[in-house]
């Protein structure tokens, strides 16, 4: 039996902020993560949020920077040409074609999982968080903090440089074991890992496993994965060089 009792659709910022004040009360954004959850329960059911109406899906450019509506959904951002190719690919990967027109930008980042390839390519674009409250937060702030219970509105990133990934996994189609992620610009590289820690990590490119303690499951052992973390950063760093 669902544990959905009570849907809610606000039209403004205010009253999201309002109705998420009530304990069992979540956010709807694409509602790939937070239904199936919602349905799994099976004492107190949870009351959706659903932030559709608050205008949180354009994405707009300003001061070198792109901006990310919380709502923007992976199969717009995937064709998007402003965002750049590397954040094409990763959204195309991040989920099947159907779960992509329903994700979300916001959603994606409030789940911080660790297998996120967009999460790590946005990582390494220099993404900022920006809450309801008008707080800004890096990506990697976020990703070890949590969001607080805040509302995520936007994330901006720099579009900027040469980018690619290099995974491995059980099958070409399959969630990778590792993936390594790396941009190129004139001020650096930047590299990021997932499936290495709890959440996706951004790694010095010069000993990418250092203090990693990856998780061992029935895909890979925590030895293996360090192997595959300096493996697949020296072959990702050979792709933007």
Known sequence: MSSIVAYHRPNS????????????????AGGTAIVPEARSRRADGVELVDLQALELDSISESAGRLTLGAMVRLGDLATDDRSGQLINDLSRRELPSAMRNQATVGGTVASASSDSVLIAGLLVHDAEVEFHDGRTSPLSQVLADGTGGAIIVAVSIDPTGTGSIVATGRTPADLPIVAAIARSTDGGTRVA????????????PAEPSAGLEPPSDFRGSSGYRVELVDTLTQRVLKAVS
Do not use: H, M, Q, Y
């Not at 910022?13 to 709807?28: C, K, M, N, Q, T």
């Not at 890992?193 to 010095?204: F, L, M």
């Open 13 to 28: 910022l205010g009253e999201a902020v309002e109705l998420l004040a009530e304990s069992g009360r979540s956010i709807l």
């Open 193 to 204: 890992i997932t499936g290495a820690s709890s959440t996706v990590v951004e790694v010095d």
